[in-house]
């Protein structure tokens, strides 16, 4: 319970920020920015403050009732999904036992749902980059780490 509580604090600061950037990469790994974007460094991505990445797990995008798209869906009904996508600022975040599973509440009724995909610790499902150089980890066992970023 007291990661549960430590992990929805950091993923709190996420609350009025709306995503951009969001991408689908390598399979259904999905990365979307939040805040203001950041120099480049090393790579030719431009990060924001805050970076979502939905690793290993299994994920969900739906608006109202409907269900848009899905993390087994084909790349190109992945790919058509996001480019209409609105969410606006994010309204709610929410960490759901046992395994930690993030629902995001967008202003647009759209919300995103992850699902763990796994029960090992090794299996790392979602991550969030702070703007602080930290990053939460949320692992297939429902536990969450937080070390300092390298």
Request: aromatic share 8%.
């Amino acid at each position: 319970m007291h990661q549960e509580i430590e992990a929805l604090k950091i993923a709190a600061g996420l609350k009025g920020q709306s995503p951009w950037g969001v991408k689908l990469g390598v399979g259904s790994f999905l990365t979307m920015e939040f805040g203001d974007p950041r120099e480049k460094q090393l790579s030719s991505f431009v990060h924001g403050d805050w970076g979502l990445w939905l690793y290993m797990c299994n994920w969900r995008i739906e608006i109202g009732s409907e269900i848009v798209t899905g993390s087994n869906d084909d790349r190109s009904v992945i790919e058509a999904a996001l480019k209409e996508l609105l969410l606006g600022p994010l309204e709610t975040v929410t960490l759901l036992d046992p395994a930690l599973d993030l629902s995001l509440q967008f202003s647009s009724r759209t919300k995103l749902l992850t699902f763990s995909s796994s029960s090992n610790r090794d299996e790392e499902q979602w991550k969030l980059f702070t703007p602080d150089g930290h990053c939460l980890t949320i692992c297939g066992d429902g536990s969450a780490e937080y070390p300092l970023a390298s």
